[in-house]
């Protein structure tokens, strides 16, 4: 019998204001700070635990002892995720739903996706001839427009910008509080009520996307008693289709600011295959913040490192700490494709988008059309694009969730090569 060990403990204040304030760094400064991968904190109103590192992620992933099922805030449902989307469930109800998002994600889709990538690329892209841009504003415009594409989604011109704008301040508004918050929790109710019409238009056959398409295999499928989704939550698991593709924006924008500031990595993408621009792509996802942790509650009590986890605990998962772990990852904070040529694809250790396995558990199922469309994206802006990269605010704040460069990277004299 061995002796159980006392969590470290923040004490009993509130420390929901820190976790705002240091936001990505929040765990990962704690964890420093309490020589440990777990401590106890108080967030929202209740007792918190917080871990960090690839044996808290593997264990938080396991489903005998964590469930997901009311434990998002309503405030982060509201903007970014939807209530009663997939990103909520467990067991078989998770099992099902998961597997309506696997089945859209087809070899011969994704490539489908790719393909859009770059007509929507080259086709935005002749406007921009010889003008300053911002990077960040046009990739969230290209990349609505192919999620809605590719999605079966009707976009008309005259709608594009304000769509991808609300897509936008939904992803922008989940971790804010004040105006950024109800901009993006507006931009859902709006986001939402679009998509309802759209799937009760597929419903009375007044549209009639392709077969296999994310439209119409979220508007005709059956969850485990048989029955159609109802048209609220078919239109929020169709924006969970194309919301997180608008985000990519965000990883655009650090994967130019990467080509910027590692000049030798530029040309090394523009000159080497696949297996590189592939490392390229994850040290970009690791390297710089997107998710900054995840919660669950706790199912059933256990022990984990002679430490006792109580049922019905929150716990929060530190991601982006994981993702810069030194234990991990030599020299984390430096840009090196590199390190994933013998990398061991541990699902607890690189976690960008969540852990654990995407076919059974909550890692997200869209991780490959995220990866190839960024790849898509980088080719695009590296191989077939001139510009100049003028003076301007590069440094992004890790106290905001979501972060961006300053300057959402500004673009000077583009022409398509």
Avoid at 68 to 94: F, M
Avoid at 261 to 276: A, H
Wanted: charged letters at 25%; glycine letters at 6%; proline letters at 4%.
């Amino acid at each position: 019998m061995y002796e159980m060990k006392k969590i470290p403990c923040e004490g009993t204040m509130d420390h929901s204001l820190s976790l705002l304030l240091d936001g990505y760094s929040f765990i990962q400064n704690r964890c420093y700070k309490y020589k440990t991968d777990i401590f106890q904190t108080h967030l929202l109103g209740q007792k918190a635990i917080c871990m960090s590192g690839k044996d808290a992620a593997k264990v938080f992933y396991d489903n005998e002892y964590f469930k997901r099922k009311d434990v998002t805030p309503k405030r982060v449902q509201k903007t970014l995720t939807g209530q009663q989307g997939v990103q909520g469930l467990d067991g078989k109800e998770h099992m099902n739903r998961k597997q309506m998002f696997l089945s859209i994600m087809t070899p011969d889709n994704v490539q489908l996706l790719i393909d859009y990538t770059n007509k929507q690329w080259k086709s935005n892209s002749r406007r921009w001839y010889n003008k300053d841009i911002v990077l960040f504003d046009e990739a969230q415009i290209i990349m609505c427009q192919i999620a809605c594409r590719w999605a079966g989604v009707p976009l008309r011109a005259r709608e594009t910008k304000q769509r991808a704008s609300d897509l936008g301040k939904m992803i922008d508004g989940f971790g804010a509080v004040g105006p950024r918050y109800w901009q993006g929790r507006i931009a859902r109710q709006h986001s939402e009520k679009w998509i309802r019409e759209i799937i009760a238009d597929i419903r009375s056959q007044k549209l009639n996307p392709e077969k296999g398409s994310a439209a119409f295999t979220i508007a005709w499928y059956l969850d485990q008693d048989s029955k159609l989704l109802s048209t609220q939550v078919a239109a929020v698991e169709l924006l969970n289709i194309i919301r997180p593709i608008v985000a990519i924006a965000t990883y655009i924008t650090f994967g130019a600011l990467a080509m910027f500031e590692y000049p030798d990595c530029r040309k090394k993408f523009q000159i080497s295959g696949t297996p590189y621009k592939d490392m390229v792509v994850q040290e970009i996802r690791r390297l710089y913040p997107f998710t900054p942790y995840v919660g669950a509650e706790v199912k059933k009590s256990f022990i984990w490192k002679q430490y006792y986890i109580k049922k019905g605990t929150l716990v929060l998962l530190d991601i982006y700490g994981t993702n810069h772990d030194p234990r991990l990852w030599n020299n984390p904070y430096d840009f090196i494709p590199e390190r994933f040529y013998n990398w061991d694809h541990n699902a607890f250790s690189f976690m960008p988008q969540g852990g654990g396995d995407c076919n059974t558990g909550h890692r997200c199922a869209g991780e490959l059309v995220t990866t190839e469309v960024l790849k898509a994206s980088l080719e695009f802006i590296v191989n077939h694009l001139n510009y100049k990269v003028p003076k301007q605010n590069l440094n992004y704040c890790l106290s905001r969730i979501p972060t961006l460069p300053k300057s959402r990277f500004r673009m000077s004299k583009v022409k398509i090569i």
